[in-house]
């Protein structure tokens, strides 16, 4: 019999990310290889996004692909769809798309080798977009994860904050969180088998909570022996408090990239965004962070929409003057697009899409000037990296990311790559592109990359 293999297309978050790694380690328990040829899938999995329009339409179109293969096989071949979309369609899915086998809802994942056994069975199609908040609950060893030096941990799933433009409560059910000890236990076991980065994951993974709050896991998480940075994903600004940010200072291995995701710069348009802050109340957050983290190299990022119902055009030149006031390091930014269901929709003026275009291309362009002159003050730095990436005989062939989670493209002379691969190194910054620096290795060899945060400058290699 010939061996079976799959293959897993994603879109969206983080969390998605780690659902097909959990996926992928299923299917390979099963006995499936990983192929990267359509026509060489017998299981062909779709992990979906909905937080915008578009993605979900990339869904439907990318089907009409698959049925088209699929036909060309007579019908041999298992199309699922995961993730967001099948959450919010269910069964939905398959009267749009009746050659559809599978879909597998957010909290299904521990159903996928029933319900792939099943329909080589042939016992029909099979849906299950039932809620079991347990389903991120996996053995470390069973995500196939691409690296091996970063792997993710999902802390707290779900949000209870229904701003009003996004579907994400409706997909992904309230907040729940893991028990801190799981939480700390896996990540010992991560570190044990080699892994030297966390990053944590959760819909509003600062709302954690479970008998310990978010600061508290963190610095449990800073004293896990082995591991070099432990990242977050995605905070929501109202849980970003003093205790916070004073743990990260306090703690060398916690991430100092503050993701910190405004929406808008607007208080009248935040408060009709359901976002619990005025302008004023999130710059009060940005003072906070940068007399806290004073001496402590870190990064500013935030998410933006434009053109939310009703934004008056000076409403959003109030977006561009934050960009100014807070000198952000990133930014993500999108047009609004309306979610079936969610608050926004009874809105009724919104803001025609050449309009938000419009919006969306001079808040880039804007940020783009900020950004160059913020990348090119870290020209002649000194930087501590984690190497996660070893190409010898390239330019520059050593890859990695800073505390703040820059990445950084390092010349060096590699001879054997394992003595790089998930090692920490020190950098002068040579030179910066828009979202990546040049650098090159320092003399001075260090031991973690968290010790010497603070160091003086760097002059000669
Ligand atoms: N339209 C456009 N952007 C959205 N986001 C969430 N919902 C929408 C929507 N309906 C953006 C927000 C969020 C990021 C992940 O996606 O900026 O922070
Ligand atoms: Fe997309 Fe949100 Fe679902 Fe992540 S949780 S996949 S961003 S809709």
């Known amino acids: 019999m010939t061996e079976k293999r799959y293959f897993i297309e994603t879109w969206g978050c983080q969390m998605n990310e780690h659902d097909t790694e959990k996926m992928a380690g299923i299917l390979g328990e099963m006995g499936y290889q990983a192929t990267d ?24 179109s ?39 086998d599978l879909v597998l809802g957010t909290q ?13 069975g042939h016992q029909g199609r099979q849906l299950n977009v039932a809620k079991d908040p347990e389903n991120h609950l996996f053995p470390s060893h069973v995500p196939k994860r691409g690296t091996s030096i970063r792997a993710r941990i999902t802390i707290m799933e779900g949000c209870d904050n229904y701003c009003t433009y996004c579907i994400v409560p409706f997909t992904r059910g309230r907040e729940r969180s893991r028990p801190w000890e799981d939480v700390v236990e896996e990540a010992r076991r991560l570190a044990g088998m080699g892994f030297k980065e966390i990053e944590l994951l959760g819909q509003n993974v600062n709302s954690y909570f479970s008998t310990v709050n978010f600061a508290r896991l963190l610095r449990e ?3 896990v022996p082995g591991l070099e940075t432990v990242r977050y994903v995605s905070p929501h600004p109202k849980d970003f408090d003093r205790e916070v940010i004073e743990t990260i200072r306090d ?23 359901g976002r619990e802050y005025t302008r004023e109340l999130y710059m009060d957050k940005v003072y906070m962070i940068r007399e806290v983290l004073e001496g402590i190299p870190f990064s500013l990022t935030s998410d933006f929409i434009v053109g939310f119902p009703g934004e008056k055009e000076h409403e959003f030149w109030d977006t561009v003057t934050l960009l100014d006031e807070v000198g952000y390091d990133r930014i993500f930014s999108f047009a609004y697009s309306e979610r079936p269901g969610t608050g926004a929709v009874k809105h009724a003026d919104s803001v025609p899409q050449q309009e938000k ?37 390239e330019e520059y062939p050593l890859v990695g990311r ?13 001879g054997e790559p394992e003595r790089f691969y998930g090692k920490a190194v020190r950098v002068r910054v040579t030179g910066t592109g828009l979202h990546t620096l040049r ?23």
């Not at 009409?64 to 069964?91: F, H, P, S, T, Y």
């Not at 800073?402 to 590699?414: C, M």
């Open 37 to 60: 040829k359509v026509e060489d899938a017998d299981v062909y999995l779709l992990n979906t996004c909905t937080i915008r329009e578009k993605a979900e339409e990339k869904v439907f």
């Open 62 to 100: 990318r089907l009409g692909v698959l049925k088209k293969e699929k036909e060309k096989r007579n019908g041999d071949m298992i199309i699922g769809v995961a993730g967001c979309v099948a959450q919010q369609n269910g069964g939905g899915i398959f009267e749009r798309a009746p050659y559809v």
């Open 108 to 120: 299904a994942l521990k159903q996928l080798p029933d319900m792939v056994g099943k329909l080589h």
């Open 221 to 223: 998480m800073n004293d």
């Open 251 to 273: 703690c060398p291995k916690i991430a100092t990239n503050i993701h910190l995701p405004a929406q808008s710069g607007n208080s009248r348009i935040l408060k009709r965004m």
């Open 357 to 393: 275009m419009y919006r969306l291309k001079i808040l880039q362009q804007h940020q783009l000037e900020i950004q160059k002159a913020r990348m090119q003050a870290r020209v002649d730095n000194p930087a501590n990296v984690l190497i996660d990436t070893v190409k010898p005989g």
């Open 402 to 414: 800073t505390r703040d989670n820059l990445l950084v493209h390092i010349k060096a002379d590699v």
């Open 439 to 461: 650098g090159e290795l320092c003399p001075e060899p260090i031991e973690h990359l968290w010790s010497q945060p603070n160091a003086p400058e760097v002059t000669t290699v």
